[in-house]
T-cell receptor, first 114, second 113 residues
């Protein structure tokens, strides 16, 4: 059953804590992306990776970090430096080398800061 | 700067009525265009996409979209809306040389019985 898995579905964080959101895919896609979604603001790109061991900052990378040690996995860490992390986080994948290719999205993780 | 505009934040229609969601883009050349749908608390699902060729594109769930170069638009249509179509709809565009699509802010569709 091919697809993208994001875990956990809901995550609660205390002030000052780092938390890591998981994104795993078995679509054999090279490209992976992290978006943040806030009501009325659409999707904003946090980080993206076109290939293993390489990633680039998106529009709102401050306070976030990522790693891409395996093709299948692209975890996102929300650090304590992110001042307003409460949001819905979406992971997406696409085939690399296809500039206009479709993005496939995971089910999302809702992060709430207590 | 490249941009995608969805002028309507909310659209309310009655079940069975026709639907048109607007999308305008600003790109130097004709971009590749997409429509995605998002149900509450879920990820996005591709409805349809336009790369080239026939300007009327058919998608899943009975949706279609028409590319109009003269108007820089890619509006989404459905002849008869079902209650299950209530969701958030996103238009997106990407151009040659960029792996990163630009998304509109979304249009929330409300369907009245």
């Amino acid at each position: 059953d091919g697809g993208i898995t994001q875990s956990p579905k809901y995550l609660f964080r205390k002030e000052g804590q780092n938390v890591t959101l998981s994104c795993e895919q078995n679509l054999n896609h090279d490209a992976m992306y992290w978006y943040r979604q806030d009501p009325g603001q659409g999707l904003r790109l946090i980080y993206y990776s076109q290939i293993v061991n390489d990633f680039q900052k998106g529009d709102i990378a401050e306070g976030y970090s990522v790693s891409r040690e395996k093709k299948e996995s692209f975890p996102l860490t929300v650090t304590s430096a992110q001042k307003n992390p409460t949001a819905f986080y979406l992971c997406a994948t696409a085939r690399a080398g296809k500039i206009a290719d479709t993005q496939y999205f995971g089910p999302g993780t809702r992060l709430t800061v207590l | 700067a490249q941009s995608v505009t969805q002028p309507d934040i909310h659209i309310t229609v009655s079940e069975g009525a026709s639907l048109e969601l607007r999308c305008n883009y600003s790109y130097g050349a004709t971009p590749y265009l997409f429509w995605y749908v998002q149900s509450p608390g879920q990820g996005l699902q591709l409805l349809l996409k336009y790369f080239s060729g026939d300007t009327l594109v058919q998608g899943i769930k009975g949706f279609e979209a028409e590319f109009k170069r003269s108007q820089s638009s890619f509006n989404l249509r459905k002849p008869s809306v079902h209650w299950s179509d209530a969701a958030e709809y996103f238009c997106a565009a990407s151009s040659g040389g960029s792996y990163i699509p630009t998304f509109g802010r979304g249009t929330s569709l409300i369907v009245h019985p």
